[in-house]
């Protein structure tokens, strides 16, 4: 079992950055790859931005220079960095973690979410 906790979240003006954190504990050497995703109402989930345990890095093309992922091993946690903001980034924010190897993984835990709100 992999256990996730987000935080960072919260209400920025457009143009503005966030930071989000999400920390794994459990079992964590099971973890193969850490992806954030976002749901915004009355839309699908989608995938942000994604990174293996051998540090490769996918974002989705819309984000791509905006948003940057990384992790630091050593504190088990995750980040997302997101600058730039817009309105329509705004969304609930899920960090999830995948203990499988094969692409396009199965992400099998997830956080709680973190509510990112971006004003005009």
């Known amino acids: 079992q992999v256990q996730l906790v987000e935080s960072g979240g919260g209400l920025v003006q457009a143009g503005g950055s966030l930071r989000l954190s999400c920390t794994a504990s459990g079992s964590i050497a099971r973890i193969t790859a850490m992806g954030w995703f976002r749901q915004a109402p009355g839309k699908q989930r989608e995938l942000v931005a994604a990174i293996t345990s051998g540090g490769t890095t996918n974002y989705a093309y819309s984000l791509k220079g905006r948003f940057t992922i990384s992790r630091d091993n050593a504190k088990s946690t995750g980040y997302l960095q997101m600058s730039s903001l817009k309105p329509e980034d705004t969304a609930v924010y899920y960090c999830?973690?995948?203990?499988?190897?094969?692409?396009?993984?199965?992400?099998?835990?997830w956080g709680q979410g973190t509510q990112v709100t971006v004003s005009s």
């Open positions: 999830a973690v995948s203990t499988f190897h094969l692409e396009p993984r199965t992400y099998d835990y």
